[in-house]
Structures are given as structure tokens and as C-alpha cells.
């Protein structure tokens, strides 16, 4: 599919980012990886092979995320598609008890580094023959999660941007998407109910296919909206969450009698 196509994915070496990057070496593309963590993304580039290209960026530094969406064109001459993976969480904790700074800061990275990626990687898809831009939101966008208002905020947002660049870009050859993610079984997901932060076995009872999503599963709807399979899909928000968001009745939305499915962080 990917032929000598070009992507660049962002937050790319861990959790749906990697996953996603695995996915796009099998389809054939060419990655560029973009992290903060510059050894960890370098290795993973390296992991895929040669051909790759592992680059230290702070999405939400303009200066850094105009030097390296540069870097990948001057190397490969294009970039076909993108995908805004990279953000943060914030603490689940009383609103109260909120800071500014914190809210601001989750804002600043999701927001302003889903938009500036986006708008620095149209600059060279308008140039050649357009291209496909998924950014990853999520069911704290779409639905009401207490205590996880920046996050939320955050990820509505990069929903309304991504339909405004879509109406936009539309006529130059950009397609542009969004997936909300519901629970993935990341290696953070699994640390945080390690802390007691979350509760697996709770969650998978409100998710009416009753386990959380694999990493895979996220990167295989990321894939999808960027393959000519989905040539005239742009605007759209694509819930990649086992049913969450369209549970509306009471009680735990599971079946009680059907068999648990094996959870695993494999891809």
C-alpha cells in the first residue's frame, strides 16, 4: 500500500504511536518517528530498519517541529501522511485542586502540537499530491470523564480543528480525520492501575465488547484512514473504543455471562 510513501507520526515510541509505526513499515511506507525521548525513538527507527528516520521533537516548539518536518522532506523528498499521536495526560484530580499551569500545558501540547505538525506537513503535501493528517483524540473528547477536564478540553479540540482543516484542505488533495481511542492496554495503562489510578476490571464492565482495546487495533482505523480505502473520508471522527460511547443505558453495559477475552499488550 505504501509503496515509497512517506509518514510522519508523532509521539511514535510507545503505546498506539509504535503500534502504529509497526503497522505502517508492513504497509510499506517510510517513517519518520518524531519523540521527545530522542535515544528511545532512535532505537525504534532503528528497529524497523534502515530506511527509517528517528528524530527528537517537541511538538508544541514551533522552531523544533519546522526543523523536523524539514528534515523529513529533504530526505524523502515528500510526506504522504501523518499522524498526531503525541500528547499527555494530567492528574485525576478534584477540579479544585487543578492548577492553571497544568490545564495550560495539556492544551499547549495536544493543541498547539496537533496544529502546528499538521499545518507545517500541508506546506508539503500542497507542493506534491496531497496527503492524508489523523489526529488521535479521544472518548475523554466526546464524553464526559470527571476530573480529566484539560484532557478533555484537549481532545474535543483537536475534533473541531480537525473538521475546520478538513473543510479547508479539502480541494488541495488533504484528507484529514480523527480517531477517538476508547481504554488501550498500553504499558502507561497498565502502570496506572498498578498505582490505583484506574480500574481495569471496572472499565471493562462499562465497555459493552467487555476488554479494553489493543494498541493494534488503534493503529490498524489509523492505517485504514490513510489508504486509498478511505479516499473520500475527510472530517470524520472515527470512535475506536469497543462501544463506550454509545452506551447509554444503566448498570455495566458487558454481558455478564459472556467469557472474558484474554488481555495483551502484544500487537
Not at 511506507?29 to 524497523?48: F, G, H, I, S, W
Not at 530498519?49 to 516548539?61: E, F, K, N, S
Not at 470527571?146 to 478540553?153: E, I, L
Not at 475546520?164 to 480525520?177: K, L
Request: proline residues 4%.
Amino acid at each position: 500500500m505504501g509503496g515509497r510513501n512517506t509518514v510522519i507520526i508523532t509521539g511514535a515510541a510507545d503505546g498506539i504511536g509504535w503500534a502504529t509505526a509497526q503497522k505502517f513499515a508492513e504497509a510499506g511506507y517510510r517513517l519518520a518517528l518524531l519523540d521527545l525521548r530522542e535515544a528511545e525513538v532512535q532505537a525504534r527507527a532503528a528497529e524497523l530498519g534502515p530506511q527509517h528516520l528517528g528524530l527528537r521533537c517537541d511538538v508544541a516548539a514551533e522552531a523544533e517541529v519546522k526543523a523536523a518536518v524539514d528534515t523529513v522532506a529533504r530526505r524523502y523528498g515528500r510526506i504522504d501522511a501523518v499522524v498526531n499521536n503525541a500528547g499527555i495526560g494530567n492528574p485525576h484530580i478534584p477540579t479544585l485542586e487543578q492548577t492553571l499551569e497544568s490545564f495550560e500545558r495539556v492544551l499547549h501540547i495536544h493543541l498547539s502540537g496537533t496544529f502546528l505538525v499538521s499545518r507545517e506537513a500541508a506546506r508539503i503535501m500542497m507542493a506534491g499530491d496531497g496527503g492524508a493528517i489523523v489526529n488521535v483524540s479521544s472518548i475523554a473528547g466526546i464524553t464526559g470523564l470527571p476530573r480529566r477536564n484539560a484532557y478533555g478540553a484537549a481532545k474535543a479540540g483537536i475534533v473541531a480543528m480537525t473538521r475546520s482543516m478538513a473543510c479547508e484542505w479539502a480541494g488541495r488533495g488533504i484528507r484529514v480525520n480523527a480517531v477517538a481511542p476508547g481504554f488501550t492496554l498500553t504499558a502507561l495503562v497498565e502502570k496506572l492501575e498498578q498505582d490505583g489510578s484506574i480500574d481495569i476490571r471496572r472499565l471493562e464492565r462499562r465497555i459493552p465488547m467487555g476488554r479494553l482495546a489493543r494498541p493494534a487495533e488503534i493503529a490498524d482505523t489509523i492505517l485504514f484512514l490513510c489508504s486509498p480505502a478511505a479516499s473520500y473520508v475527510t472530517g470524520a471522527m472515527l470512535s475506536v473504543d469497543g462501544g463506550w460511547a454509545a452506551f447509554g443505558d444503566a448498570g455495566d453495559a458487558a454481558d455478564p455471562h459472556s467469557e472474558p477475552r484474554p488481555q495483551s499488550l502484544g500487537m
